[in-house]
């Protein structure tokens, strides 16, 4: 006992060692709701509008957007999809892959499944800490990407954070410069508050598009249990009925 309780502390303290030992500021957890159809609405709405011109998400067609997110093929067409797509089209990009690889130099990759390779809290931290670094060609840096090509997009609604230093001395005299925060150096059009809403409606879309059939298993859940309580109902007073002449 007393041995599993010595393993469980030192566990704990080699935990504790490491989340100190990381650099710069702690990644923030994110809550997404795919039950919030109008959260992914909005999310939809964000990704078409500012991510779809260098990205796509190729296992995604708009006809499922209309019947998941409970949205009519008309609005889909005329708030999501460039008027050259059809209904039935893959969200592909405008670019060809070959430009973007040369003005960015890296390829923008295919967002289909992004949130399970990278999951919904590093995007989430990936989108909301972008810093102006002057040494980069896109004018800006990533907490959680470091040296990313990706440009900024979103900075008009969120405004252009920078970075605050701390500069520690080791006991051998070495200085070590980390980043102990951001803070805002210039307002954008939306608040903080506002900002890390519309990120989070991003990101539940984006969790979305990397497993749609997630929507039909809540709705189905819900229906399972339902089936269970009523048949437990059923189970019971069919129980009393046949015991009843036993006793
Ligand atoms: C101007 C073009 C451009 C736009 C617009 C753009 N991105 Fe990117 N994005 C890139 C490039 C280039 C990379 C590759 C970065 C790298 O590898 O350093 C990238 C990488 C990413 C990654 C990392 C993927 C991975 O797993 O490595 C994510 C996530 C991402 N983008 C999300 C978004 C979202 C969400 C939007 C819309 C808000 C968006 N991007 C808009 C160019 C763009």
């Not at 006809?63 to 409970?70: E, P, S, V």
């Amino acid at each position: 006992m007393s041995r599993l309780f010595t393993f469980l502390l030192a566990m704990l303290c080699f935990e504790l060692a490491l989340a100190a030992g990381g650099h710069g500021p702690a990644m923030q957890p994110v809550k997404i709701d795919l039950s919030d159809k109008l959260s992914l609405q909005r999310g939809a709405q964000v990704f078409v509008n500012y991510c779809v011109s260098c990205h796509s998400a190729s296992f995604m067609r708009y006809n499922r957007i209309a019947a998941d997110l409970d949205l009519s093929e008309e609005s889909v067409q005329t708030n999501l999809m460039f008027t050259t797509d059809k209904i039935g089209d893959a969200m592909e990009v405008a670019m060809r892959p070959s430009d973007a690889e040369s003005w960015f130099g890296a390829p923008p990759p295919d967002l289909s499944v992004v949130a399970r390779s990278r999951g919904p809290d590093w995007l989430y931290n990936f989108l909301i800490t972008f810093y102006v670094d002057e040494n980069k060609p896109t004018g800006v840096n990533n907490l959680f990407f470091k040296d990313t090509a990706m440009p900024h997009v979103l900075w008009e609604l969120q405004g252009l954070q920078r970075a605050v230093y701390h500069t520690e001395a080791a006991d051998d005299g070495n200085e070590t410069t980390t980043i102990e925060r951001l803070e805002l150096a210039q307002r954008g059009s939306l608040t903080e508050n506002e900002y890390k809403r519309l990120v989070r409606d991003l990101v539940g879309f984006l969790v979305y598009v990397g497993e749609p059939a997630k929507l039909v298993r809540h709705r189905l859940g819900f229906w399972v249990i339902v089936f269970l309580l009523v048949f437990l109902v059923a189970a019971y007073l069919m129980k009393r009925e046949y015991w009843k002449d036993v006793h």
